[in-house]
């Protein structure tokens, strides 16, 4: 029996991918919701509704309750209220269906020359973006703000792009790396002053609940979680990976020095800055940056690092052997591996938690980036 296409798929990929992965958002919010199993949303709705109620939720009380912490700004009990004061039932969905739009909308509104190649990029992203959607992650915010503002930047629009990168900044911090790339667009010292004035705004929101007197403790309160939840267990990043976990007490000057080693490339390659293959490297490389070095990295959290590895791997101009081996390697590592339904629990925690195969694999695509950063 021969297999046919229907002609509506083959007439609208995008729209067919994109049909397919909205089904599959729907079918696994609603299963976890009706059973019960949406922590991570009940973490942002509650903590946001303590903040309105003027209840701290930045306290041991609150991880007990909940079996987690809450990591996230003061900024964000702000932005999040609107979902937060939605039903329990409602809200869940309105969070995942319309992060999974915008997260596809990012995607398929990138710039012309992804044109031919957005439909493989959204494909190649599409398993590791249901496993954020299965336990309400926010990383999928993080992953489409850093994508809009890219897209913004090079359409000339500096002003929304940077609004894009504040929110991400003052809500998850990540975002701020994207500032760099400021740099290799008209006008932006004008730039640096709006993310300035709009960082000051956000940053004072909180305000119209706790007053400026009560701004700072809340700031604070929120800091000694972060620190607290840092130090609590090992994450999937190359700062945890053994051996070299061994440094571990010293990655705040891992992360700098390679933070550091990125930003000096840059601006050696101040030529290549009108390049558009540089600049989509640049992305990319900060984007990897921030979930391979991170405090707190997660196998789904890859998914803001391996959007970036696409944005550079569709426009290398030659793929070697190794460049193709690496990618599907990561395809099934960080795609087929961690999904319970395709490999056993206990194979991926053997494979990815304890010889951390996915984060090393990641590390050869970084610095396989990086090198083509260096040779400009």
């Given at each position: 029996?021969?297999?046919?296409?229907?002609?509506?798929?083959?007439?609208?990929?995008?729209?067919?991918?994109?049909?397919?992965?909205?089904?599959?958002?729907?079918?696994?919010?609603?299963?976890?919701?009706?059973?019960?199993?949406?922590?991570?949303?009940?973490?942002?709705?509650?903590?946001?509704?303590?903040?309105?109620?003027?209840?701290?939720?930045?306290?041991?009380?609150?991880?007990?309750?909940?079996?987690?912490?809450?990591?996230?700004?003061?900024?964000?009990?702000?932005?999040?209220?609107?979902?937060?004061?939605?039903?329990?039932?409602?809200?869940?969905?309105v969070w995942n269906l319309g992060n999974y739009s915008l997260f596809a909308l990012s995607v398929f509104t990138l710039p012309k020359p992804?044109?031919?190649?957005?439909?493989?990029?959204?494909?190649?992203?599409?398993?590791?973006?249901?496993?954020?959607?299965?336990?309400?992650?926010?990383?999928?915010?993080?992953?489409?703000?850093?994508?809009?503002?890219?897209?913004?930047?090079?359409?000339?629009?500096?002003?929304?792009?940077?609004?894009?990168?504040?929110?991400?900044?003052?809500?998850?911090?990540?975002?701020?790396?994207?500032?760099?790339?400021?740099?290799?667009?008209?006008?932006?010292?004008?730039?640096?002053?709006?993310?300035?004035?709009?960082?000051?705004?956000?940053?004072?929101?909180?305000?119209?609940?706790?007053?400026?007197?009560?701004?700072?403790?809340?700031?604070?309160?929120?800091?000694?979680?972060?620190?607290?939840?840092?130090?609590?267990?090992?994450?999937?990043?190359?700062?945890?990976?053994?051996?070299?976990?061994?440094?571990?007490?010293?990655?705040?000057?891992?992360?700098?020095?390679?933070?550091?080693?990125?930003?000096?490339?840059?601006?050696?390659?101040?030529?290549?800055?009108?390049?558009?293959?540089?600049?989509?490297?640049?992305?990319?490389?900060?984007?990897?940056?921030?979930?391979?070095?991170?405090?707190?990295?997660?196998?789904?959290?890859?998914?803001?690092?391996?959007?970036?590895?696409?944005?550079?791997?569709?426009?290398?101009?030659?793929?070697?052997?190794?460049?193709?081996?690496?990618?599907?390697?990561?395809?099934?590592?960080?795609?087929?591996?961690?999904?319970?339904?395709?490999?056993?629990?206990?194979?991926?925690?053997?494979?990815?938690?304890?010889?951390?195969?996915?984060v090393y694999l990641y590390s050869v695509a970084w610095g396989r980036m990086c090198l083509t950063l260096w040779r400009g």
């Amino acid at each position: 029996m021969k297999l046919t296409i229907p002609s509506s798929i083959r007439q609208h990929p995008k729209t067919s991918a994109f049909i397919l992965g909205l089904v599959v958002a729907i079918v696994a919010t609603a299963l976890e919701t009706f059973r019960l199993r949406y922590a991570n949303y009940l973490v942002y709705a509650d903590s946001t509704l303590d903040f309105r109620n003027g209840i701290n939720p930045y306290t041991q009380d609150f991880v007990d309750a909940h079996g987690r912490y809450f990591l996230y700004t003061p900024v964000f009990s702000i932005l999040f209220l609107p979902i937060a004061i939605l039903p329990k039932w409602l809200g869940p969905f309105v969070w995942n269906l319309g992060n999974y739009s915008l997260f596809a909308l990012s995607v398929f509104t990138l710039p012309k020359p992804f044109d031919d190649y957005k439909l493989k990029i959204f494909l190649s992203l599409l398993l590791i973006l249901e496993q954020s959607i299965f336990p309400f992650q926010f990383n999928i915010v993080v992953a489409y703000c850093f994508l809009f503002a890219y897209s913004l930047l090079e359409r000339g629009h500096g002003f929304w792009a940077v609004c894009l990168i504040m929110i991400s900044t003052m809500t998850k911090v990540y975002g701020i790396v994207e500032l760099l790339l400021l740099f290799a667009y008209q006008k932006p010292w004008r730039h640096l002053l709006y993310a300035l004035a709009i960082g000051v705004v956000l940053a004072l929101l909180p305000a119209l609940k706790t007053g400026l007197g009560g701004l700072i403790p809340c700031y604070e309160n929120w800091w000694n979680m972060l620190t607290q939840h840092q130090s609590d267990t090992y994450y999937t990043s190359l700062l945890y990976a053994w051996p070299l976990r061994l440094i571990l007490s010293h990655y705040r000057i891992v992360q700098l020095l390679t933070i550091g080693l990125v930003v000096v490339t840059f601006f050696c390659r101040y030529k290549k800055w009108n390049d558009f293959r540089f600049r989509a490297t640049v992305l990319g490389v900060l984007m990897g940056w921030i979930i391979l070095f991170g405090d707190s990295s997660e196998t789904h959290t890859y998914l803001i690092a391996l959007a970036g590895y696409m944005l550079w791997y569709v426009l290398l101009e030659h793929h070697t052997l190794f460049d193709k081996i690496l990618f599907w390697a990561m395809i099934v590592f960080f795609g087929i591996i961690p999904v319970d339904l395709f490999v056993p629990i206990d194979v991926h925690h053997f494979l990815n938690n304890t010889l951390y195969i996915n984060v090393y694999l990641y590390s050869v695509a970084w610095g396989r980036m990086c090198l083509t950063l260096w040779r400009g």
